[in-house]
């Protein structure tokens, strides 16, 4: 059990380096552009390796936040259907839609890891700024090892297992002393 509970607190650790690495390319691609509207503004011409040089971070950027919605349970859910099926045929649908997460982010880590291989080519940004393809390329494969590790946190990770109302209480009720990111099961672990 506590070899799940560390691997749980490394999902949730992962997680937050996705958020940080989603933010910075988000602030990047806008720094990017506002330096290509600001020259524009300034001097009437256009830079040309603003909009090439933007678009590079959007894989990460969908890619990370796939996995982002995985770890806070904000993926395609079939409510309605679980709700109205007796109890024992939720969990097997349950189970069945993580062995199907599961089968994805495999599928995901075996054709991105050749994609990252087979991904020789340069992207020209300009003359001056050239960027291997494998750049972009590599969000694939981490993506499926993240979509992986987020597994970890097995029924949690489904809507239909989650009480919306003691989220929400917890939400307005927690402590301020409390670790950024930690989840119900490291309270109740701690304790």
Same mark, same amino acid.
């Given at each position: 059990?506590?070899?799940?509970?560390? /691997?749980?607190?490394l999902?949730?650790?992962?997680?937050?380096?996705?958020?940080?690495?989603?933010?910075?390319?988000? @602030?990047?691609?806008?720094?990017?552009?506002?330096?290509?509207?600001?020259?524009?503004?300034?001097?009437?011409?256009? @830079?040309?390796?603003?909009?090439?040089?933007?678009?590079?971070?959007?894989?990460?950027?969908?890619?990370?936040s796939?996995?982002?919605?995985?770890?806070?349970?904000?993926?395609?859910?079939?409510?309605?259907?679980?709700?109205?099926?007796?109890?024992?045929?939720?969990?097997?649908?349950? /189970?069945?839609t @993580?062995?199907i997460?599961?089968?994805?982010?495999?599928?995901?880590?075996?054709?991105?890891?050749?994609?990252?291989?087979?991904?020789?080519?340069?992207?020209?940004?300009?003359?001056?700024?050239?960027?291997?393809?494998?750049?972009? /390329?590599?969000?694939?494969?981490?993506?499926?090892?993240?979509?992986? @590790?987020?597994?970890v946190?097995?029924?949690?990770?489904?809507?239909?297992?989650?009480?919306?109302?003691?989220?929400?209480?917890?939400?307005?009720?927690?402590d301020?002393?409390?670790?950024?990111?930690?989840?119900?099961?490291?309270?109740?672990?701690?304790?």
């Amino acid at each position: 059990m506590a070899l799940l509970t560390q /691997a749980r607190r490394l999902s949730d650790a992962v997680n937050q380096v996705a958020i940080v690495i989603c933010v910075a390319c988000i @602030l990047g691609m806008l720094a990017i552009s506002f330096t290509g509207f600001l020259y524009t503004l300034f001097t009437g011409g256009a @830079l040309s390796w603003t909009y090439s040089l933007a678009r590079l971070f959007l894989p990460w950027i969908g890619m990370l936040s796939s996995t982002i919605a995985l770890h806070a349970g904000e993926h395609v859910a079939m409510t309605l259907l679980m709700r109205i099926l007796p109890e024992s045929l939720v969990k097997v649908a349950a /189970a069945l839609t @993580l062995l199907i997460i599961a089968f994805f982010a495999l599928l995901v880590i075996w054709y991105g890891w050749g994609f990252f291989q087979n991904a020789t080519q340069t992207y020209m940004v300009s003359d001056a700024i050239q960027i291997s393809r494998q750049w972009t /390329a590599a969000a694939v494969p981490i993506a499926g090892v993240i979509f992986l @590790l987020h597994l970890v946190h097995g029924f949690s990770l489904l809507e239909h297992f989650i009480d919306e109302s003691v989220v929400i209480e917890e939400a307005l009720h927690s402590d301020d002393n409390e670790e950024p990111g930690s989840t119900a099961q490291d309270k109740e672990s701690r304790s």
